[in-house]
């Protein structure tokens, strides 16, 4: 008979975990990201891993927290692509925060208020200091004039503007001054650019891009790149102006050198050998196509179909099943003959007889095809997509799909492999981005990069708005919540107490982020020697926000990263990314705070500690 | 070669309580769910240690269904718990510990088991005839005329779930809108039998509570071709309970014998596109099928306008039937009868973040409306789903009686300062009647008392005392950080928000003994409306479920048990 089990918790071995886990993606958040192995101790197999999803993903956390800690990454990882090292900093930081409070003896109701609080002051700092892109673009397009001005307010003669322009006249001359919408020059184009705020009606993509890389200047510029390529493509269709992450896709390319990725327009699949050479015959003409949602052979049924079980046949001309497969070859072939198909695409998998039979009569199957591309063909073409091929109909067959040999790869692990093009030309292409590394290891990671940068792109047009970024949001969540924390510790009651120091406590975990995306050992001095200098001077933003710049060049002397060029370029963060990042984050604190114990259905090591048999 | 197995012999246990076993089983089994109990209760996760789901919740459904136990007497608590929760959704953890308390409490108390019985039975009808009562003060009659007690009833119901971590304007808003899907759900124009209505939840993962809105009608998801859409209105619908999806599955494991060489495949697929040449000529424009439609049907019918939708669900079928008033086609071998279609008044297609969902509106008014819940991740969201089907229950039942009682344990202490003080006074009486000296009578009802005191206090995770105050036997809550020395200074209202502290107030730790008092009525004129309020209907029958399970429990001699 089976027996609950129920662990009990005192220790917060919860929150333990937590942070244990949140202290593994130390080295993989930041713009300088270290990969990392996870090797099977029993199979001696080993990934490479180089983001804060794929850790957890490739570890086996079978613990009730870990498996928490899986669906929040997951959850992030599917809607972001990016921000889930952040998240999982961020739960290992708070974690500590709480387990801080419980060893003051703080209640937990009231760690979870204070919290919330805290949280809110933060999100509030991501309201107020987000940037518009318009506004950004105006910025970008500043060239080194050093006239300096607010830009939202009318021009007024400010105290601080001699201060600045002293900064940046000791920087290099040449380096161009990006910083927040609060500056902005007076001369040049800002003219034009103000009185028509309207005029950069398409926001230009790559001014973003740069700024928000992060570190992955390859994977933006082939993600920008896409984003173009796309808008050039369907210019005229309103929808489209938000950089459609649908009609992008990625080929994988192995032992090609990495400086060979690029983007190309359409759909770019792998071929063998004998649909090789049935692709040089049908090469540069209208295709007539047919798409097959199943599988393309004769055993496959729908999902959720039975069959007949206990069926009994009379008689003994019983069909065998090869002969059975002979005949639904034979009725494929000859419908797909009469209908002059050219080329079949198929979502699911192909039988290698039916590829063979239909490479003799010239005519192309691909398997294991992205929907996204049904849905294109489907557009352009008037295709309509069928489960069965036998259902086919003249109806059903689109006209003016193109193939292109997009390159020959020669042979690898002595298979010949062919790279072709399937484009469907006119409105709502598709484009595809090819990842090549030389290192098969290294795939996974650089298409990850991709897509996170492709996300990014994607997101801060949805958003409209960016956050200065390279920890400048957080040094001004600190700022806030300290000043917060001081206000409340004025006020003298105890229970504001509490409240000022969980407080401290949640700044001390955003300058711990701080200090890890800088990777910069010196980091926590300069954030707080930052923060005494701002409490002496007037609290300005862009005041602010300059000497979170000019720690960054600071930092990037200290901690020897790329010391020969100090970052030219302002980092910006996704705006929804990240305060969805810290949301989850807190929510999986305050999930984990308040679980005080297991219940375990099922079998149990005896091996654990606290174990109760009910 | 015949092997014969040695039988185990059945295991008899004599007078079960008196094991040490199963009172720590007992204990422990009191402790994992009165630490999950009320608002600030903590959470458990539920898992089978092998990398199954996590379920993280305090939900009694979920804890008590996650528990098993080789004690049956556990498992016949866990049962009649269990049975209380599926009539009334509420109250199951105040069952649960009531009930739990109560043994605890007699064994302490030493007294014979039958005298516990006879005087917690009494003092059971004592508890449901003041509750009954029209005067009673910890009742409050609900006003329909105005949403606020509604929701109010509401939000208690809500908030006493932490793992759905509400902030107070989400709290607010799944309130308002629990209420809003409970009234829709309500017929104006009543016929002969009133029949209420559906509310279909459709989970949203990744969007903040506050996206979470109602909408009259119903909210299927959308097919993935669904091709184009004529909404033309109304529309006649047809609704297919059988499978479509091309085999004979109303055959179950019935054998079927054939000659060779038939194609049964392709005969029941004649059969489908049959059906579906039928339903073209009647005019369908839209075709729904709880299962799989084949996809040459699919298409066949796609191709001719229609819109289909397949794989709807059997939780679907009530409410599409209730909504188009279509008689759902259980086979596909005989032609459809013209009053199985249904009609719907409009179709339309809405997204919620990256979903699209077919919104179907009623030709009339049909009382059934869809909720979309919106939550940040899948723990909190499924916890939230759960809590909001448990409020929808709640509120239905105050359709049957439409008061509530005080919640946050005001209803228990004020209970216990009740039976207290008619016990006392009815002692001779009553301890002739049940066939008992005097003493054991008040040591019972002593036990009784403690043990709805004893919920109260369950409702308090962080340190704080639990208090009672002498004049109208409300239950109060002093936080554990607190320094003053003034209780008034701190505590501003007891725990259901129905009285406010005063000067010269006097309080007295629930744990220890104070001085018997009659409670005194709320004041009717007083501007304070209680802000926790909990079910009658539920808290009622968890009384009765709580004192008869821990009746017959106490009532065991033996436990016998077969090992084989």
Not at chain 2, 178 to 195: D, K, M, S
Not at chain 2, 388 to 395: G, I, S
Not at chain 2, 426 to 435: A, C, M, Q
Request: with cysteine; glycine share 6%; charged share 20%.
């Amino acid at each position: 008979m089976l027996e609950s089990v129920i662990i009990n918790r005192r220790r917060h071995v919860g929150l333990q975990k937590v942070s244990a886990l949140g202290g593994t993606v130390r080295s993989s958040i930041g713009p300088d990201k270290n990969y990392k192995f996870i090797q099977d101790e029993t199979s001696g197999e080993a990934v490479l891993v180089g983001s804060c999803f794929r850790i957890i993903d490739n570890l086996e956390l079978t613990c009730a927290v870990g498996q928490l800690v899986h669906e929040t990454i997951r959850a992030h990882h599917k809607e972001y692509r990016t921000g889930t090292g952040c998240l999982l900093f961020l739960a290992g930081a708070w974690s500590r925060v709480a387990l801080d409070c419980l060893h003051r003896g703080i209640s937990v109701k009231y760690i979870i208020t204070c919290m919330s609080e805290g949280i809110d002051i933060c999100l509030d700092v991501c309201k107020k200091s987000s940037v518009s892109i318009k506004d950004l673009s105006v910025i970008q397009k500043c060239t080194q004039d050093l006239g300096l001005q607010r830009s939202e307010k009318p021009i007024k003669p400010n105290q601080e503007t001699p201060n600045v322009r002293e900064k940046c006249l000791n920087m290099s001359a040449q380096r161009k001054l990006k910083l927040s919408r609060h500056f902005c020059e007076t001369k040049s184009e800002m003219s034009s650019t103000v009185l028509h705020p309207d005029a950069p009606d398409l926001p230009d993509v790559a001014v973003m891009a740069e700024s928000l890389s992060h570190g992955c200047e390859n994977a933006m510029r082939l993600a920008v790149q896409a984003a173009e390529m796309l808008l050039k493509m369907n210019r005229q269709r309103v929808s489209d102006r938000l950089f459609d992450i649908s009609k992008v896709m990625t080929c994988v390319l192995p032992a090609l050198p990495e400086d060979c990725s690029c983007v190309v327009e359409g759909c770019v699949v792998l071929l063998s050998d004998e649909q090789a050479a049935v692709s040089h015959g049908l090469k540069q003409r209208p295709l007539k196509v047919a798409l097959v949602t199943g599988d393309l052979s004769q055993t496959y049924r729908h999902p959720g179909f039975k069959g007949l079980s206990g069926t009994r046949v009379h008689g003994h001309l019983d069909l065998s099943a090869s002969s059975k497969e002979d005949e639904w070859l034979d009725k494929v072939l000859k419908l797909l003959l009469s209908l002059e198909v050219d080329l079949v695409l198929t979502a699911g998998l192909a039988s290698p007889k039916v590829i063979q039979l239909c490479c003799r009569h010239h005519i192309l199957v691909v398997e294991k095809i992205n929907p996204s591309v049904f849905t294109a063909v489907t557009s352009s073409t008037g295709a309509v997509p069928v489960s069965y091929a036998t259902q086919l109909t003249e109806h059903c067959v689109g006209h003016g799909v193109k193939i292109e040999i997009w390159r020959d790869l020669g042979s690898y692990e002595r298979k010949s492999l062919l790279a072709v093009n399937i484009s469907t030309g006119g409105e709502g292409g598709l484009v595809t981005a090819v990842v090549t590394s030389c290192i098969n290891g290294k795939l996974q990671a650089l298409e990850d990069q991709f897509w996170a940068c492709v996300y990014r792109l994607h997101h801060a047009l949805k958003d409209g708005a960016l956050l200065p970024g390279a920890g400048g949001t957080e040094l001004l969540c600190v700022h806030k919540l300290l000043e917060q924390a001081e206000h409340r510790s004025k006020t003298g009651s105890d229970a504001s107490f509490y409240r000022g120091l969980v407080f401290q406590l949640i700044a001390d975990g955003l300058i711990d982020y701080i200090t890890a995306i800088t990777k910069g050992t010196q980091a926590r001095t300069i954030v707080r020697k930052q923060l005494q200098d701002f409490h002496r001077d007037e609290i300005i933003a862009g005041k602010f926000l300059q000497l979170v710049l000019e720690s960054e060049r600071e930092d990037a002397v200290f901690s020897a990263v790329k010391p020969d060029k100090a970052p030219a370029v302002k980092v910006y963060d996704n705006l929804s990314s990240k305060q969805e990042a810290w949301r989850k984050a807190l929510d999986l604190v305050f999930l984990v705070l308040q679980s005080d114990a297991e219940i375990i259905t099922g079998v149990v090591q005896k091996t654990e500690e606290n174990l109760m048999q009910l | 070669m015949s092997r014969l197995v040695k039988k185990s012999p059945s295991v008899c246990t004599d007078l079960p309580l008196n094991t040490t076993e199963l009172c720590s089983k007992l204990q422990l089994m009191k402790e994992l769910l009165r630490s999950s109990y009320g608002p600030t209760g903590r959470l458990k996760q539920v898992h089978n240690n092998i990398g199954g789901s996590v379920v993280t919740s305090s939900a009694s459904s979920v804890l008590l269904q996650a528990i098993s136990s080789s004690q049956p007497i556990i498992n016949l608590i866990k049962t009649s718990i269990l049975g209380h929760i599926h009539r009334f959704s509420d109250c199951g953890l105040f069952a649960a510990v009531f009930c739990l308390s109560l043994i605890e409490e007699a064994k302490q108390g030493g007294l014979r088991e039958n005298v516990v019985i006879r005087v917690n039975n009494h003092l059971l009808t004592l508890c449901t005839d003041y509750l009954q009562q029209e005067d009673c003060s910890c009742k409050v009659r609900l006003d329909f005329c105005s949403s606020q007690s509604l929701v109010t009833l509401a939000r208690s119901v809500i908030s006493s779930k932490p793992t759905c971590v509400l902030t107070e304007p989400e709290l607010v808003h799944i309130s308002r809108l629990a209420v809003q899907a409970f009234l829709l759900t309500v017929p104006c124009n009543i016929p002969e039998t009133v029949r209420l209505g559906r509310t279909v939840t459709v989970p949203l993962e990744g969007h903040s509570v506050l996206e979470s809105a109602v909408f009259p009608g119903l909210l299927l998801d959308m097919p993935e071709n669904l091709g184009p859409v004529h909404l033309c209105s109304p529309l006649c619908m047809v609704l297919f309970s059988a499978s479509l999806a091309g085999d004979l599955s109303e055959l179950g494991d019935g054998r079927i014998e054939m000659h060779s060489g038939v194609d049964t495949d392709s005969q029941i697929l004649d059969q489908l596109l049959q059906l579906g040449k039928q339903v073209l000529n009647d005019e369908v424009k839209l075709f729904v099928c709880q299962k799989v439609i084949h996809p040459v049907l699919q298409h066949y019918l796609r191709c001719n306008g229609l819109i289909v939708i397949e794989r709807l669900g059997v939780s679907l079928m009530e409410p599409l039937i209730q909504l188009s008033g279509a008689q759902p086609v259980a086979t596909l071998h005989t032609n459809i009868p013209s009053t199985a279609y249904g009609r719907v008044h409009k179709v339309s297609i809405k997204q919620f973040g990256s979903k699209k969902m077919v919104h179907l509106q009623p030709a009339g008014e049909t009382a059934v409306c869809s909720m979309i819940l919106c939550h940040r991740n899948e723990t909190m969201l499924n916890e939230l789903k759960l809590v909001c089907q448990k409020t929808e229950h709640v509120l239905r039942l105050t359709l049957r009686e439409p008061c509530a009682l005080l919640g946050g344990g005001c209803t228990e202490t004020h209970l216990a300062a009740y039976i207290r003080h008619k016990s006392n006074n009815e002692i001779s009486k009553s301890s002739s009647v049940l066939g008992c000296t005097q003493t054991e009578y008040r040591l019972a009802a002593e036990a009784f008392c403690r043990s709805l005191e004893l919920v109260a206090m369950a409702l308090e995770h962080d340190g704080g005392s639990s208090l009672i105050d002498l004049t109208h036997a409300h239950h109060w809550i002093l936080p554990s950080d607190a320094t003053e020395e003034q209780p008034e200074c701190v505590m501003r209202f007891c725990s259901c928000g129905a009285v406010e502290s005063c000067q010269n107030k006097k309080w007295s730790y629930l744990n220890t003994k104070y001085a018997e008092l009659s409670p005194a009525p709320l004041q009717t004129a007083s501007p304070l409306q209680p802000t926790v309020l909990d079910s009658f209907t539920a808290k009622m029958n968890a009384f009765r479920v709580a004192v008869e399970t821990a009746n017959l429990v106490l009532d065991v001699k033996y436990v016998i048990q077969d090992f084989n």
